[in-house]
């Protein structure tokens, strides 16, 4: 049942006098009342440079034409909290929600209230991080192999030996343990790899080279770094530490991260790897997706089919590309030193998926001047494998759940 406007106005000041922030304070209707669709974008952690530039996308989706006309896009930042991100989902239930595109703070914890919204008629589309209620569709590259991949890459570049930290991400979200149980399954393998430092750098630049500063003054002797989003903050506390001196290292997809990769004055210093992991734009083509069902020109997909999967980057330093203009264009993939900040996380375009984004939509939220969504293509939905305890309940892995799919093993068990 969807609430009057007043029930709707209250709601959304109850969500502010309760702490959430609500970016949008217009009020919205639902698609019943006024003919616009009710999209709530709902973050669980924020804070760092991916999670900005995921919802801007969103954000600059909702304002590009058409949907500048047809959606009433809101959006509500819980915190690490999963009890706060139940309570604003039920407020979005509550006040006629017509669809949710959520990055989800745990894969378990908000499976009752989602199931709940899904009965209400509410679509629900989670981005990155994951949960294992079925209704939900995930739109996730969490499991593309990040994990395993850039820990087979690390454990080339030590000749199958050494001292590594382990960087990792939020704890208990779905992305972080996928991605640690699959570089684990790797590195257990080796025991000639010690991991000697593990510590949660929430993703983000900062705290990483905090964490990561602290693991170095108990093992500055420390050979290589395993880590997550937040890199970049990684090679400045090594050369903090010692100016002379870089690890090789695997990271995500931040600006930074790419040009230190490509830099020969760092790679003399000792840095090699490769840059992977999770592409913001996910948020952008799980918005899409809801879109194209809402407007019945894509047929919601059945319970057990709704896992889909976004291709894994996959960047090693000799594979840099620098971009002439705004876009990934011609094979770039990275961009000039000042252009953008060194968090910036590159894989935000998709020239396919989503080719309406352009800097101006990553940094600013705005609508790219001139820009109509595009429709997908048809073969755009790619079905994920299942995963128990990540994006699914009572399901099976896959017997090969974590082989390699980007890099060959240089080095032998």
């Known amino acids: 049942m969807k609430l009057t406007k007043i029930a709707k106005a209250l709601a959304l000041t109850a969500l502010i006098g309760a702490g959430t922030q609500v970016v949008s304070t217009e009020e919205a209707s ?63 239930i509550a006040n006629g929600a017509d669809g949710i595109v959520s990055f989800p703070i745990s894969s378990t914890a908000l499976n009752r209230v989602v199931k709940r919204g ?27 192999g990040f994990g395993e991949n850039s820990a087979q890459a690390l454990v080339n570049a030590l000749d199958g030996k050494g001292k590594i930290f382990l960087s ?38 900062r705290t990483t080279q905090q964490e990561t500063a602290k693991a170095l003054a108990a093992h500055p002797d420390v050979d290589g770094i395993w880590a997550q989003a937040g890199e970049f903050g990684a090679i400045q506390a090594l050369l903090q530490a010692n100016p002379d001196r870089l690890v090789p290292m695997t990271g995500e997809n931040s600006n930074g991260f ?17 840059s992977a992991g999770s592409p913001p734009a996910q948020s952008g083509f799980a918005f899409k997706i809801m879109m194209e069902i809402l407007n019945g020109t ?65 940094l600013e939220g705005q609508p790219t001047p001139g820009a109509e969504i595009q429709p997908l293509p048809a073969d755009a939905v790619k079905a994920a494998p299942n995963e128990p305890g990540i994006n699914c309940r009572q399901c099976e892995a896959p017997a090969d759940l974590y082989h390699l799919t980007k890099i060959e093993p240089t080095v032998q068990p």
Not at 38 to 53: K, R, T
Not at 177 to 187: E, L, S, V
Not at 331 to 350: I, L, R
């Open 30 to 92: 639902a698609k019943t009342k006024d003919g616009k669709w009710l999209i709530y974008l709902s973050l669980s952690y924020s804070g760092n440079s991916w999670q900005s530039e995921a919802a801007n996308i969103v954000k600059a989706l909702a304002a590009t034409p058409p949907f500048n006309e047809t959606v009433e896009l809101v959006e509500v930042i819980s915190g690490t909290d999963p009890q706060a991100q139940i309570s604003d989902y039920e407020s979005m």
């Open 118 to 144: 899904c009965q209400e008629g509410v679509l629900f589309f989670m981005y990155d991080a994951t949960v294992t209620e079925q209704c939900a569709y995930n739109i996730s590259y969490i499991t593309s």
């Open 168 to 205: 990792r991400g939020v704890p208990g979200n779905s992305v972080d343990d996928r991605h640690t149980n699959g570089a684990m399954h790797i590195f257990n393998q080796y025991p000639d790899i010690e991991v000697v430092a593990e510590y949660y750098s929430y993703w983000d630049d």
């Open 258 to 274: 790419r040009l230190a990769l490509a830099n020969p004055d760092y790679q003399a210093k000792g840095i090699d790897g490769v």
């Open 298 to 362: 894509r047929d919601a997909l059945p319970e057990d089919q709704r896992n889909i999967e976004y291709p894994l980057p996959w960047v090693p330093g000799d594979a840099v590309v620098l971009c002439e203009g705004d876009k990934f264009e011609d094979g770039c993939n990275a961009f000039p030193d000042g252009k953008v900040p060194s968090s910036f996380v590159t894989e935000v375009f998709n020239p396919e998926l989503l080719p309406e984004l352009s800097l101006t939509s990553a």
